[in-house]
């Protein structure tokens, strides 16, 4: 048997360092856009679709059209999950766990 790795086993390899493997963009702006607000994104990443009537959907057209701009905002996404108490877990978790704790408590005491 030869030890050398196939082609198949590089890219799952690669695949699995790749913390962006199987996170779609759409889910980056929508994560970024519920941890800051279009105002601070903008000021992270100086971009005209986070500025100018802001929404996932121009953001995403605009991404999508250039790469330049998409690696920014993929390293700004690398960087808050990376800052995540629990970094490399699901972020969804971590994100809504965040949420919860600012959440009035409405039970009866």
Known sequence: MSNKKTVADKDADKQLKD???????????????????WKELNRQVELNCFFSHPSIKSSLTFLRKHEWARK??????????????????????????????KAPDTSNT
Request: hydrophobic share 45%; charged share 25%.
């Open 19 to 37: 913390p962006l493997h199987g996170v779609t963009l759409a889910k980056i702006l929508t994560v970024l856009r519920e941890h800051y607000s």
């Open 72 to 101: 920014k905002v993929e390293a700004l996404y690398l960087e808050l999950i990376a800052s995540l108490p629990t970094a490399g877990a699901d972020h969804d978790a971590d994100l809504n766990a965040d949420e919860s704790e």
